[in-house]
């Protein structure tokens, strides 16, 4: 089945199927982004619910990472406004950000290959500097700081057998897992994954999508991801991006129903449905 076969032929909606009305807890207000000339985001707004997962969905060039970015101060946003739980960050930097509960997964390379897994959640949860990485024998980086958190995240990311391997040493699905962990480790309120399954065979995927999915009993999930199957699975609200703008915001069962998304996918094929 393609990518759009598997879009159309999604089973009814995920755990939740309404698009929640209360305060957000991150909130995405008519943000523009442009790198010289061109205009990657031009008027997003957005509306994350605490305790959701939210996904962003939307052709190759949509400008998702991009959004991304902005929403965790990996750029500067051009003009535009963003607010966590009330207070704006529209202009703080990234690590103020991460201070203030916002995590975004890294990508495999992030992980330090030669540490074990305990090693490198410990690390994270430290929130240490990669310079600073191989220090870890001294002071507060020492073997018995935060145990207990790291045994709750391996439990959660299946990664408990593998505590005491080396990063390298892991499965690629244990890697991506590993990545989500060391997001976690910072204990966030808000939690970006950018297309988390990438490169997963089913088992991997399936494993992920019921972890991704129990993140939201503690914190929200904000997912970039191309694989519609999970995106209709386990997202409580999809944003729909075409060229730069928000097309549109709904549970999975409207976004799935609108005329507007299966025009914008038509010319466009998603990437996805691995
Ligand atoms: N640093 C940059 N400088 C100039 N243009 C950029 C930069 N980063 C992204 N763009 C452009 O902004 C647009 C949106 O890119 P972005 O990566 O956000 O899209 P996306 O929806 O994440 O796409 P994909 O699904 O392919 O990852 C694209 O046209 C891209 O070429």
Redesign the pocket.
């Known amino acids: 089945m393609d990518a759009r076969e598997a879009f159309e032929n999604r089973q009814p909606d995920g755990p939740r199927n309404a698009v929640h009305a209360g305060r957000p807890l991150l909130l995405a207000d008519n943000v523009v982004k442009r ?1 010289g000339k ?1 205009q ?1 985001l031009s008027g997003v707004s957005l509306s994350v619910q605490p305790n959701t997962v939210h996904s962003v969905i ?1 052709p ?7 959004l991304f970015h902005t929403l965790t101060g990996t750029v500067p946003l051009t003009s535009g406004a963003i607010h966590l739980d009330g207070r704006n960050i529209s202009h703080l930097p990234d690590h103020a950000r991460v201070q203030l509960g916002v995590a975004r997964s890294f990508q495999v390379t992030s992980l330090f290959p030669s540490l074990t897994v305990r090693e490198n959640l410990r690390l994270a949860a430290q929130g240490v500097a990669p310079r600073q990485a191989m220090r870890f024998w001294s002071g507060p980086l020492g073997r018995d700081a935060h145990g207990d958190l790291i045994g709750a995240i391996a439990e959660r990311l299946g990664l408990l057998r593998v505590l005491d391997r080396t990063s390298s040493q892991l499965s690629h699905g244990q890697q991506r897992r590993l990545e989500v962990g060391l997001a976690l480790a910072a204990r966030p309120k808000v939690i970006f994954l950018d297309e988390p399954t990438s490169g997963m065979g089913i088992d991997d995927i399936d494993s992920m999508k019921a972890i991704i999915a129990g993140l939201r009993s503690d914190l929200t999930v904000v997912l970039i991801e191309h694989n519609m199957g999970i995106v209709m699975d386990i997202s409580d609200t999809i944003t729909v ?1 075409h060229l730069g703008k928000v097309l549109v915001e709904g549970t999975p069962r409207a976004v799935r129903q609108d005329e507007a998304v299966r025009r914008a996918y038509l010319g466009n094929m998603m990437t996805g449905g691995r």
């Open positions: 790198y061109f990657a939307g190759n060039g949509a400008g998702k990472t991009t991006m």
